[in-house]
C-alpha cells in the first residue's frame, strides 16, 4: 500500500513562497506518477501539476509560471514550489499517486489511485 503525507503548508502574505513536499512510502516511488492538486470551499478538487514516471510535467493554466513540481526519488519525496502567491491559491493542497499505465487525463483526479490527506495553504492580501 502506497502512503503519502503532505507538509510544508502554512500562511503566507501575496507576494510569498512555499515549498510543499508529500513523502511516500509502500511503493516503488520511481514507477509512479506524483501530481498535486487542490479544493478550495465550496470548489471542486482541480488539477494543479503532476510528474510522471518518464519526467514529463504538466501544469494547470492557473499556476503556470508560477509552480514548479520536482521529484527526488532517492527521497521518495515529490515538492511543489509555489512562488508570487495569490489569494485564489488559498486551498488543501494535495499530493496524489498513480502507478505507469495509459493516463488518458493527467488533470483528472480519478486517474488516480492514492491520496495524501492534505496540507492547508492560505495567502492573505
Known amino acids: 500500500q502506497v502512503q503519502l503525507v503532505e507538509s510544508g503548508g502554512g500562511l503566507v502574505q501575496t507576494g510569498g513562497s512555499l515549498r510543499l513536499s508529500c513523502a511516500a512510502s509502500?511503493?516503488?516511488?520511481?514507477?509512479?506518477?506524483m501530481a498535486w492538486f487542490r479544493q478550495a470551499p465550496g470548489k471542486e478538487r482541480e488539477f494543479v501539476a503532476v510528474s510522471s514516471w518518464s519526467g514529463y510535467t504538466y501544469y494547470a493554466d492557473s499556476v503556470k509560471g508560477r509552480c514548479t513540481i520536482s521529484r527526488d526519488n532517492a527521497k521518495t519525496t515529490v515538492y511543489l514550489q509555489m512562488d508570487s502567491l495569490k489569494p485564489e491559491d488559498t486551498a488543501v493542497y494535495y499530493c496524489a499517486a498513480v502507478r505507469k499505465r495509459s493516463i488518458s487525463s493527467w488533470y483528472s483526479a480519478n486517474e488516480y489511485d492514492y491520496w495524501g490527506q492534505g496540507t492547508q495553504v492560505t495567502v492573505s492580501s
Open positions: 509502500g511503493g516503488t516511488f520511481s514507477s509512479y506518477a
